[in-house]
């Protein structure tokens, strides 16, 4: 019998392999397939939702804080992993009723996004956004994006270097299609999000491996190729 699970769970891997592949050259990304050797999953039964990353990331026995200042109970860190490989780092983090105030805040998904991603980054100095909040769906939850990047100065001991960080979230709720427009909006119970920092330049490649699925929909990009835009343009803090 532990033949049979083990097996079955190497297929299980190499078709979510293969499906996360066909997801990336289907958006005419560059198809790095063997740059993954293998996907790790998280799977957060409360809200019934499932994450995917490559395997060359590796689960912390214990939660690092989204940002510096955070209240744990208002942003709640659900899995922060890192990869000794280049130093990139991500977090997954829910925002749900404990504290009302944040969760309205975040459900304005694109002001939220850049305003979490510049706090990540402010650690490191005067972060600046390459990539305006953009909108987009994930099988049909709405969801934003902003990417931004840090410089550090060469010190005697270091040289230069910039860091990168992509900020996405989602609501957790489905877009409501009323008929009405009198018909109040569906309150939104929680928002998902992912903080991912590098100091890699190939910043958008490693971002389109991040997957998430909601309950039993198809797995979609959590940073889609199709919203990602030239990461060389910087626009204003």
């Known amino acids: 019998m532990i033949g049979v699970s083990a097996s079955v769970?190497?297929?299980?891997?190499?078709?979510?392999?293969?499906?996360?592949?066909?997801?990336?050259?289907?958006a005419n990304l560059p198809c790095a397939i063997g740059q993954a050797a293998g996907v790790s999953s998280f799977q957060d039964d409360a809200l019934n939702i499932t994450y995917?990353?490559?395997?060359?990331?590796?689960?912390?026995?214990s939660?690092?804080?989204?940002?510096?200042?955070?209240?744990?109970?208002?942003?709640k860190p659900s899995l922060f992993a890192n990869s000794a490989a280049d130093g990139s780092s991500f977090t997954l983090y829910t925002i749900d009723g404990t504290c009302p105030e944040v969760l309205r805040k975040?459900?304005?998904?694109?002001?939220f996004t850049r305003e979490r991603v510049l706090v990540q980054l402010r650690q490191y100095g005067a972060p600046t956004i390459i990539q305006a909040p953009l909108s987009y769906a994930i099988a049909g939850h709405p969801a934003a994006v902003a990417i931004a990047s840090v410089t550090i100065a060469?010190?005697?001991?270091?040289?230069?270097?910039?860091?990168f960080a992509a900020e996405a979230c989602s609501s957790g709720n489905v877009e409501s299609k009323k008929h009405k427009i009198s018909e109040p909006m569906d309150p939104v119970t929680h928002v998902v999000c992912i903080d991912f920092t590098t100091q890699d330049s190939g910043?958008?490649?490693q971002m389109f491996w991040f997957m998430i699925q909601f309950d039993n929909t198809p797995?979609?990009?959590?940073f889609p190729g199709n919203v990602i835009r030239n990461m060389g343009t910087a626009t204003k803090r």
Do not use: N
């Open 9 to 26: 769970q190497e297929i299980t891997s190499r078709s979510i392999c293969f499906a996360l592949a066909l997801l990336i050259c289907g």
């Open 52 to 61: 995917f990353y490559s395997d060359h990331f590796v689960q912390e026995s």
């Open 63 to 75: 939660g690092a804080p989204v940002a510096p200042g955070d209240e744990p109970k208002c942003i």
């Open 106 to 111: 975040a459900t304005d998904l694109r002001p």
């Open 154 to 163: 060469a010190s005697a001991s270091k040289v230069a270097r910039t860091i």
């Open 203 to 205: 910043l958008p490649t």
């Open 219 to 222: 797995m979609e990009p959590f």
